[in-house]
Nanobody
Framework: QVQLIESGGGLVQPGGSLRLSCVGLGGAFTMAWFRQAPGTEREFVAANRRGADDTYYADSVKGRFRISRDNAKTTVFLQMNDLKPEDTAVYYC??????????????????WGQGTQVTVSS
């Protein structure tokens, strides 16, 4: 059974930083991060498709968040800087093989982690 295991969430003050990690699938899979705040739909945050230069970001996090993989391609990271209260959500790691037009959609990913809570508050 495929497992994606996230870690690194927590409570941070506005303007602070956190780094999330997700261990599991890698290699040829596209790895992505989504988030879901209470009462909202799960939304795309960032994705990395098999290479350092092939990355995608939501407009709301562009310039503040960075997705990356380790050399073995089995761990994906989400470095989150200049965090804002509106970044508060459960963050989910996902893996799949989406085409470019669907890379930001939930349905394009087959494998999901259990989620890790990120809370930005003073």
């Amino acid at each position: 059974q495929v497992q994606l295991i996230e870690s690194g969430g927590g409570l941070v003050q506005p303007g602070g930083s956190l780094r999330l990690s997700c261990v599991g699938l890698g290699g040829a899979f596209t790895m992505a991060w989504f988030r879901q705040a209470p009462g909202t739909e799960r939304e795309f945050v960032a994705a990395n498709r098999r290479g350092a230069d092939d990355t995608y970001y939501a407009d709301s996090v562009k310039g503040r968040f960075r997705i990356s993989r380790d050399n073995a391609k089995t761990t994906v990271f989400l470095q989150m800087n200049d965090l804002k209260p509106e970044d508060t959500a459960v963050y989910y790691c996902a893996a799949g093989r989406p085409i470019t037009s669907t890379i930001r959609t939930v349905r394009a990913y087959n494998y999901w982690g259990q989620g890790t809570q990120v809370t930005v508050s003073s």
